[in-house]
């Protein structure tokens, strides 16, 4: 039995590898994918352009100008003259927002009044724009600590003292590459196993197959073989840059982690090769494929959180083995969480990989035309 | 027309009709995933679940312990101490931890300032931000109040006034749609066209067209046209339930839109067809599809990532992807109106790239076998 098997699983690699185009497509966009997304997947802003209307002409609005542009997250592109150029700046978005003082503002500040600065905010994006006002405020705060020490003011009865734990710094890289860990792994195992055979279904070869004396569980090892080895493979290297080249820390238990990879594959090769057994076609395969991974990106938590969504989609997303994924890639990345708190991750995944597994060897067989 | 051309539309069309997948990738998929994204997808946080650790029980730490109740950000939860909460913590019970130490009564009465201690999850960046900031909104109302109490002035020299233009309620919904309108237009333009030459070219069709009067420019009419009116189909679909469904502003106008939504299509279609003349293999043509259309519209087209922010090598790389540039059209025409600053670059972009996309595919298909 293992020997034909083993002839299968060679058949299944030649088809996949023989062919220059196809061997280049498996192996070399997703690594090129990790570098440029990597660095692309980021909520933090860096050099947001922005504009200054000062209307004050005061010494402490000059020093309020000053916080800003001393400040690495902004950048000081023009500095505006009279009200009507406002608008264009923002429209055309050649700034993100606008700092204006008001007449009045050094005075008040001088003499102790509540001094009031606008801040006008590009909104097309509003979780970038949201953000954007955080910075801005953290310069402010800055500011008013500054001032209320050298002009020795009496300071609030409370402050307020935060800190991040997993992530000091709160740099969204380190949220997202661990994502994308678990998103290149689903893609590459979708390309290789959700055209697998309808490819064979299409020219014809699948009916041959199956007069073979290989029962539907030994192509199903066969057709599984292929996309196990490249998505453990690209797995590994993706999380070796993860490491190492961006530097995300990995305090967690790798054993835990490539538990997690494997049975997450073992359900992303299930769900592919049920779909592919479905199809009549290639370009049905290919929908759904698509069909299948898009939601399952977007549906994940990978950009959104999942708790945002409203009770019915979340309800969804339990069938998403990419939801049970990221937690455990993230978790294993930044927290360290050990097994007992990643079982109740662990065990759906294990779930999912059965049935569609199954689905599919059924599928085999049963959808014949 | 010629009647060659005609003749080929009428075998194109009927190809189309007779596979239900063409139809159900133009009008089934855009529907079903605006529906699915439209509703499940969003960056505004409610009901944060959040620890509140009062170590030693007083009037004013009752007094802000209690802000957290009603308000409809937090889902505020008591810990009895520290060691309990920083387990609900690790456990993703919660996502912050509002900590009054056990002097926070004395200190407060003091001179000193009486620290709060707030601690966040961190894993996700993003909403710990955004939780941070809930927090701090939270303290200082409360702080405005006690001291308002107390005929105090608050001392907070400069204050901040942020005016967000174009989506004062800061809804995501609302940016997020027109971005996952272009995914989605993306998807079905390479899907469309990805797999059609390369099925000519194996099931040995286009030799048989090769021996038949017609020219590789009508075949290539009669490729893309009836792609084009589905994909315009779907176009219109999307676009009307991002109107009625979800509610998304549109202040531009709507022959922009319809202009620069046909550009946009022609490119994905290009794309496609580039891909299918390229690798003449349905199998190779779909392995590509997958991979450089999903992903690289979803993160480097500016939907969900601030371009300005990524490395200027990363920048560069965004502009090979037509999605970037009709992510900016569509934010504006829904959210800001014509401005014609953003939409005529950006349309020319999309115009240059149908240009060489259609152009090279019309280059790599000749008359000829090799």
Redesign the interface.
Known sequence: MWQRILALITKEFLNLFKDRKSRFVTIVPPLIQLLVFGYAASFDLDHVPYAVYDRDHGQAGRALQAAFSGSPTFDLRYVIQRQDQIAPLIDNREVLLVLQLEPGFSEKLTIGEPAEVQVLVDGRNSNTAQIAVNYAGSVLNAFNGQWIARHQQQAPPTRLVSRAWFNPNLESRWFFIPGLVGLLTLVVTMVVTSLSVAREREQGTFDQLLVTPLRPFEILIGKATPGFVVGLVEGSLVILVARFWFGVPLVGDLAVLYLGLVLFLFAAIGIGLAISSLAVTLQQALLGGFLFMVPAVILSGFATPIENMPPLVQMITLLDPLRYFLVVLRGVFLEGAPFSILVHQLWPLAIIAAVTLSAAGWLFRHRMY | MSRRVRGLLRKEFLQVLR?P??I??AFL?PA??LL??G??????????PLAVVVEQPGAEAES?ASVFQHSRYFAPQRYIDRASARRA????LVDGIVLLPADFAAR?KGDA??????????????????L??Y??GA?RNW?ER??GARAMP???????????????G???R???VPGLVA?NMT?VGA?LT??VMA?EWERGTLEAMMVTPVSMREVLIGKVLPYFVLGMGGMALSVAMALWLFQVPFRGSFWVLTLCAALFLLVALGMGLLISVT?R????A???????T???A???S?M???I????V??QW??HLVAARYFV?IL??LF??GD?W??IVPNALALILMALFFIGLARRRMHKHLE
């Open positions: 596979d997948s063409s159900a990738i998929m079903f995933l699915l994204f509703y499940g997808v969003s960056m505004d946080a409610s009901n944060v802000f913590l690790d456990a993703g407060v300032s009486a620290p709060i201690q707030l601690i966040v999850n961190g894993v996700n960046a993003n909403s710990a931000r955004l941070e900031g927090v701090e303290w702080l006690e001291l608050l001392n907070q020299p400069v204050m901040l006034q942020p005016r967000i233009w174009f989506n004062p800061l809804r995501s609302n940016y997020l995914i998807l899907l990805a797999l099925r690798t293999n349905q199998f190779v779909g392995m590509v599809a997958i991979i450089a999903f992903l690289p979803f993160l480097l500016g969900l990532f601030d300005g922010s990524m490395p090598v990363v790389v965004t900016a934010q504006t959210l800001a401005v600053g953003v």
